[in-house]
C-alpha cells in the first residue's frame, strides 16, 4: 500500500532562518506531488506541484522553493523565512490521472 | 485558470440535513472531489463525482452537474464527529493535473 510521510510535525523557526520540510511516498512510482499551505481557517494554497523529477511548476511567487531530488521525495524550501510564512504546510500525491489526493500529516510552521 | 466558491460556514443540529454547495470555473476537469478535514488534521477524501448525477457513500452523498458548473455534498442524519471543514476540489485535465481546492465549508454540528 502507499504511504506518505513529512517532516517534522512541528516547527519554531526565527525570521530569516533557512527552512527544510521534507515528504516521500512509498508504494508507487512516479506520483504527481504538491505543497500546500493553509493559514489558521482557511482553504489550502497551492504552492508546488510536480509531475516528474525535475517538474516543477510554481503557483504563487514567494520566497519559498522546491525540489524534487528523487522521484518520491518533494522538498519545500527557504533560504530565509519571513513571519507572513507561517501556516500549516501540507504535502500531498495522486497517481496520474487518479482522482484522489492523500495527503501528508501536514507541519505546523511558526516563524517567530 | 480555476475557482472554486463555497459557503464558509455551515451550523445544523445533530441528526439534521446539510448540503454544502459548490460552484465552480473551469477550462477542464476530470469530476469533482470533496475532502473532510478536522482541525489541527491532515484532509481526507470524502468521495468523487466524474458523471453527472449523485454519488452515495453511507450518510454522504455528492452531486455533480456538469452544465450548471455546480455540485453539492450532502450529509445526513448529521454526528457531533462531522464538525470539520470540507473542501471541494478539482483535478484540471491539462498536462500538468493539478488539484485546486475551494476556501472550504466550516460544518458545526450542535447538540
Known amino acids: 500500500s502507499q504511504t506518505i510521510h513529512q517532516w517534522p510535525a512541528t516547527l519554531v523557526q526565527p525570521v530569516g532562518s533557512p527552512l527544510s520540510l521534507e515528504c516521500t511516498v512509498e508504494?508507487?512510482?512516479?506520483?504527481?506531488l504538491y505543497w500546500y499551505r493553509q493559514a489558521a481557517g482557511r482553504g489550502l494554497q497551492l504552492l508546488f506541484y510536480s509531475v516528474g523529477i525535475g517538474q516543477i511548476s510554481s503557483e504563487v511567487p514567494q520566497n519559498l522553493s522546491a525540489s524534487r531530488p528523487q522521484d518520491r521525495q518533494f522538498i519545500l524550501s527557504s533560504k530565509k523565512l519571513l513571519l507572513s510564512d507561517s501556516g500549516f504546510y501540507l504535502c500531498a500525491w495522486s497517481a496520474d490521472r487518479n482522482t484522489e489526493a492523500f495527503f501528508g500529516q501536514g507541519t505546523r510552521l511558526t516563524v517567530v | 485558470g480555476q475557482s472554486l466558491e463555497q459557503p464558509s460556514e455551515v451550523t445544523a443540529v445533530e441528526g439534521a440535513i446539510v448540503q454544502i454547495n459548490c460552484t465552480y470555473q473551469t477550462s477542464g476537469f476530470y469530476g469533482l472531489s470533496w475532502y473532510q478535514q478536522h482541525d489541527g488534521g491532515a484532509p481526507t477524501f470524502l468521495s468523487y463525482n466524474a458523471l453527472d448525477g449523485l454519488e452515495e457513500t453511507g450518510r454522504f452523498s455528492s452531486f455533480l452537474s456538469r452544465s450548471d458548473s455546480y455540485g453539492y455534498l450532502l450529509l445526513q442524519e448529521l454526528q457531533m464527529k462531522d464538525s470539520a471543514s470540507y473542501f471541494c476540489a478539482v483535478r484540471s485535465t491539462d498536462s500538468w493535473g493539478k488539484f485546486q481546492f475551494g476556501a472550504g465549508t466550516q460544518v458545526v454540528v450542535t447538540p
Open positions: 508504494g508507487t512510482s512516479n506520483p504527481n
